[in-house]
């Protein structure tokens, strides 16, 4: 007897939600889980399935009406609407994308297009309840360039190397980092992760981006006692020396490298 597990979903719904002048804005996704929609794939029984469409204008009917101001208070209020309303939805995931806008003005806002938060959401029916089995949280998009206070030398050299040792050099990466804490109630505000991880690239030496992500992990672990898992993915971006430069002059100039990055990753557990 074969077997098959099914989902189905809507993704990336727009939503902007102005309260008094204060502007929240994000994209919402969700998955529906539950076996019982198995008929629709079977025999074309649609009689069970909530439409997409309907899905979209819940989490926007919802999305409105929740009174939380983080991502994940919105996730949770829309997922709790929806497994109350519809018993046939065995459990949800849900993941939503910040918009980033800053605030410049009293009531005006400039979208950055930048970094943003990102939250992650799993929800599932036990007894008669409905409880949050999965949390995950993060920042991502970052791009970040610091002009001195990273090395990357003592690597392996055979016929193959062809980049120099540099002890000191400018470091442009791309940065996305996520976690997860002890508790799935326990919460921690992209913002203050975001801080630490920029206080920790302006100060810390490093000998290569592993070195310098170990440090961020470190220092992420110690500074938020929630927090039960971090983990980094990272693009090395930095650009090459221009040749024939004057090599007594303070100014250097760096232009971009061959279009292939370095990928580092780093899951930290406590």
């Not at 919105?74 to 109350?84: I, K, M, N, Q, W």
């Not at 003005?105 to 992650?120: F, I, K, M, N, P």
């Not at 540099?166 to 791309?174: A, T």
């Amino acid at each position: 007897m074969s077997s098959a597990l099914i989902s189905y979903g809507k993704l990336e719904v727009p939503l902007q939600r102005i309260r008094g002048t204060e502007l929240m804005g994000c994209t919402v996704s969700m998955e529906v889980l539950g076996q019982g929609f198995m008929p629709a794939y079977t025999s074309g029984d649609n009689s069970r399935v909530v439409a997409t469409d309907s899905m979209k204008n819940i989490i926007l009917g919802q999305g409105s009406a929740c009174s939380g101001d983080s991502l994940d208070d919105l996730l949770e209020h829309v997922g709790r609407h929806f497994l109350s309303v519809y018993p046939e939805m065995e459990g949800l995931r849900m993941w939503a994308r910040e918009q980033p806008f800053v605030p410049v003005g009293r009531q005006l806002y400039s979208e950055t297009g930048g970094d943003h938060a990102v939250a992650e959401l799993e929800l599932a029916r036990q007894d008669d309840d409905v409880v949050v089995v999965g949390r995950r949280s993060g920042q991502v998009g970052l791009r970040l360039l610091k002009t001195t206070g990273s090395a990357f030398t003592r690597f392996v050299r055979d016929e193959s190397t062809t980049l120099p040792e540099r002890g000191d050099r400018p470091l442009y990466i791309h940065l996305d980092v996520h976690w997860r804490c002890e508790s799935v109630r326990d919460r921690i505000e992209p913002a203050a992760v975001k801080r630490t991880i920029l206080a920790v690239f302006d100060d810390f030496v490093s000998e290569s981006i592993q070195h310098l992500v170990h440090r961020m992990a470190e220092v992420l672990l110690d500074e938020f006692p929630a927090m039960a898992e971090v983990s980094f993915r990272s693009e090395n971006h930095t650009y090459d020396p221009i040749v024939a430069q004057d090599p007594e002059s303070e100014v250097k100039g760096y232009t971009s490298a061959f279009p292939a990055w370095g990928l580092i990753t780093l899951t930290f557990t406590r």
